[in-house]
């Protein structure tokens, strides 16, 4: 795997480097050691899939709120979506910056998110899922999360939302 390191500490972009022969090619999408080595979260307690059936819909951006904070290796698995990790950790000198990556089902980049850092997306395609390993399981009570539109954030959606939840939008702003 290439690691490459983001603006946002702790955020990493990471590249499987394809073993190939005449029938495809071979690759490692985790491995605990290469992570651990980076002082990256190395355990993984489930794994998500979310499914979006429209171009332009705009999912997050979620968190999991003390002591459930959790990190997440993100790879879209069909389609293609305009991944985003924005800084929500109290005191980090990036608070409030984003980074953003085109993850798609061709390129098979994945976007590793630490724990304090909020995640959403954008589909840049119909029919695009969206394949989640995370290191802490799901605690109801500990969803935070910031809203998409938050003017602080400015966030550059690469499309117009054609769709949004209602709880994704009545998320509150990073000041709040």
Known sequence: MIFRETPLAGVWLIDP??????????????????????????????CSVSWTRARATVRGLHYQARPHEEAKLVRCTRGAVHDVALDVRGGSPTFGRWVAAELTADNRRMLYVPEGVA???????????????????HHPQSERGVRWNDPACAIAW???????????????????
């Open 17 to 46: 480097e394809p073993l190939t022969d005449e029938r495809g090619f071979f690759a490692r999408t985790w491995c605990r050691d290469e992570f651990a080595r980076r002082g990256l979260v190395a355990d993984l307690a489930q």
């Open 119 to 137: 995640h959403g997306f954008q589909t840049l395609a119909e029919d695009t899922e969206v394949f989640y390993q995370i290191s802490a399981s």
């Open 158 to 176: 690469p499309l117009s939302p054609v769709s949004v939840s209602p709880r994704d939008a009545a998320l509150p702003s990073l000041g709040e």
